[in-house]
């Protein structure tokens, strides 16, 4: 019901829990280790609690909705790691309405950081301990602590987005929008960054050029690149707000983000989307597919054309032509297109994963991907355990045959004959091969 299945479509549901505790001893073949590290396996990854899987495949507006769902008592293992919350999707304001592509997402980096090292430390507790001590060394490297100086500074919603510049161009902006607890910290932080990067790309002949620009009150602080005398085509470049810091590869991009726009806010694609997806979508992305296959297409054609002849050429020997220049324009494809996304939601006791396209059951590939991967791992584990029955085997060799019984006088005729008959065949291929001469 919480997926919307009671409208038509389809839906897909799959008792896991069942269908582990009968897979895995099949595929261990009744190995009590190899059963011991499939369960200690799903254990690490928090699969030995999930219950039930369902996809569900339903209308939404002129497109489809589909769903994943994992439902367990409870997240554990890596499950655990997982970011849990809801974006609130602060840094739309500042997205062209007519983005290609953007994604806002909850995440406190601080946490996720610390969480990681905990399940890292139930893997192996010499991995956390050696992880612990690579950071410990690069803290003292860089002269502070990345956990608590660079991490702790950031806050938990972020956002990044892809378009063309306002009037067309061929570089297209990468833009990414991180929240702040603490500003003067952040700031503090990158400065000393910056300075420690710069003397450690020194020794590799990379020079790190600071600058800053003004731009409509706002200080934009960039980073021209040379190896040698070479310049190094990108100039990474960023920028404070009161509560967050905007980032990009070069300075013009954070410009055009900074612009007075309509935003992604206005979309009403994109406020389908948000109206879509669940209350409290951790990570939510959207796309705008129409555009994005229109270029693709618009791009690849002109060179299928422009080589249609070297192309025939090669695939002539097959008895097959291709006619490019029959293929319609774009519009003709995109017309029947919608822009969509993709969403993300993590509870206490669930996960759900969704999307909304101009097409049905785009979620039929994980559980297809899923069950290729533990056929995968199914015979990787059969290759581990075979030097092991190879030995087996051996032994099993190795131990005195019985002496077989006497033939019956059955048996000496049939051997009788078997013999005759190849001594007839032997002749024939003889005289065959005298006529051929």
């Known amino acids: 019901d919480t997926m919307g299945a009671q409208r038509r479509g389809f839906l897909l549901y ?178 000393l960054l910056v300075a420690r990067l710069s003397d450690a790309a020194a020794s590799d002949h990379i020079t790190l050029k600071r600058g800053a620009t003004e731009f409509r009150g706002t200080t934009i602080h960039y980073l021209a690149l040379s190896h040698g005398d070479e310049p190094i085509p990108i100039m990474p470049a ?21 612009m007075e726009k309509p935003s992604l806010a206005s979309n009403p694609r994109f406020r389908l989307l948000r109206e879509t997806a669940p209350a409290g979508a951790t990570s939510l992305t959207y796309v705008d597919s129409p555009r994005i296959a229109g270029w693709l297409y618009n791009t690849i054609v002109p060179i299928l054309q422009g080589t249609q002849g070297a192309i025939n050429h090669e695939i002539g020997k097959w008895g097959v032509q291709l006619n490019f220049h029959d293929l319609p324009p774009a519009s003709v494809i995109t017309r029947h297109m919608q822009a969509g996304g993709m969403y993300w939601v993590c509870g206490d006791d669930h996960l759900r994963l969704g999307t909304v396209s101009s097409f049905p059951g785009t979620l039929l590939a994980i559980p297809a991907t899923a069950m290729l991967a533990a056929s995968v791992m199914y015979v990787s584990r059969v290759e581990h355990h075979a030097p092991f029955v190879r030995e087996l085997e051996f032994e099993k060799a190795l131990r005195p045959v019985p002496a077989p019984a006497p033939p019956d006088a059955r048996y000496r005729e049939l051997a009788e004959r078997m013999g005759r008959l190849e001594a007839e065949i032997a002749q024939l291929r003889k005289e065959l091969e005298r006529a051929n001469k």
């Open 14 to 191: 799959a008792d896991v829990k069942r269908g582990l505790q009968q897979v895995v001893p099949m595929a261990t073949a009744g190995s009590d280790r190899a059963r011991a590290e499939v369960e200690q396996y799903l254990a690490l990854s928090g699969f030995d609690k999930v219950e039930a899987l369902a996809i569900a495949d339903i209308p939404a507006g002129t497109g489809y909705r589909s769903e994943l769902a994992l439902t367990m008592s409870e997240r554990t293992g890596f499950l655990a790691v997982l970011e849990s919350g809801a974006a609130d999707h602060r840094f739309a304001k500042h997205v062209p309405r007519d983005a290609l592509l953007y994604a806002g997402e909850k995440s406190d980096l601080a946490g996720l950081w610390d969480r990681a090292l905990a399940w890292m430390a139930t893997i192996d507790p010499r991995v956390g301990q050696k992880i612990q001590e690579s950071v410990a060394h690069l803290n003292r490297e860089l002269g502070l602590d990345l956990r608590r100086e660079l991490l702790g500074s950031l806050g938990d919603q972020w956002g990044v987005y892809v378009d063309t510049p306002p009037g067309g161009g061929l570089i297209p902006d990468l833009v990414l929008f991180a929240s702040l607890r603490d500003r003067a910290r952040a700031e503090r932080t990158i400065d």
């Open 238 to 258: 960023w920028a404070f707000g009161e509560d967050y810091c905007i980032s990009a590869l070069y300075p013009q991009s954070i410009k055009h983000a900074l």
